[in-house]
């Protein structure tokens, strides 16, 4: 079970948002190159990066920050970005950069024809970020709820060849109210490709909760606000997560 920190930028800077508004932005630090370099001290083995402002815009707007986080990063673990990644000339520079995965999420909604010619052109590098709540899809930065079934998109995807899928729970993203196990699993149970849980995750208990249902295909869990409030110590929760997978 991997534990994957995120960083989220917005104006150059780290933050945190709550449900996904851009007012209410926490800023963690104004290096996110020193924060990506904290959690591989921290023994991550993979990081998560959302450019938030890309995701609004529709292209990526924080490239010199996600490039200071590939130089510090190196080849020594894989990196993935999400946010405003909408064509496929973007998708390459975004791998040139160094980038070992990119995220297309309400891109991959609204031009399915879009995220399967991406799958095409650059196996193994594309994961899906499906956002949903109450079983539904959302798109534009969480403000339009689609009637798409999380389930019936998933296998859809998975056949255009996706490497895996983040399936985020809207609702409890940013409120550490736990994470999402039950549609989480409905979700792995459905698809052979990997999901990464996404959401609420906030405790130990979490970590433990995720490590029973390993076995169904959920792989990892993205680790936002409670990693940088304090509440979850990321190295102690990446720790347990080994334990229990052995």
């Not at 920050?65 to 998708?91: C, E, F, H, N, S």
Request: glycine fraction near 12%; aromatic fraction near 4%; hydrophobic fraction near 40%.
């Amino acid at each position: 079970m991997l534990i994957i920190p995120a960083i989220d930028l917005k104006d150059g800077q780290c933050v945190r948002l709550k449900q996904g508004l851009m007012e209410q932005a926490t800023v963690f630090s104004d290096s996110p190159a020193d924060m990506a370099r904290h959690w591989v001290a921290q023994g991550a083995r993979r990081l998560h990066l959302v450019d938030l402002n890309g995701a609004f815009a529709g292209k990526p707007k924080n490239e010199s920050a996600i490039k200071a986080i590939l130089k510090v990063v190196g080849d020594d673990i894989p990196v993935q970005l999400g946010g405003g990644i909408r064509d496929l000339d973007t998708i390459e520079r975004c791998l040139d950069d160094g980038l070992t995965y990119v995220i297309i999420g309400t891109a991959a909604v609204k031009n399915p024809g879009f995220l399967h010619d991406a799958c095409t052109a650059f196996p193994g590098h594309i994961i899906v970020g499906l956002d949903a709540k109450d079983g539904k899809v959302a798109t534009d930065g969480w403000s339009k709820l689609t009637g798409h079934d999380v389930v019936d998109l998933g296998k859809k995807f998975e056949d255009y060849g996706v490497e895996s899928i983040i399936y985020t729970d809207i609702g409890r993203d940013g409120m550490l109210s736990g994470i999402n196990i039950e549609a989480t699993v409905r979700l792995a149970q459905a698809l052979t490709i990997p999901v990464i849980a996404s959401g609420g995750l906030s405790r130990l208990e979490d970590i433990r909760a995720l490590c029973e249902v390993e076995g169904e295909g959920v792989v990892g869990t993205i680790a936002g606000r409670a990693v940088y409030d304090g509440s979850l110590d990321f190295k102690a929760a990446q720790q347990m997560a080994d334990e229990l997978g052995r």
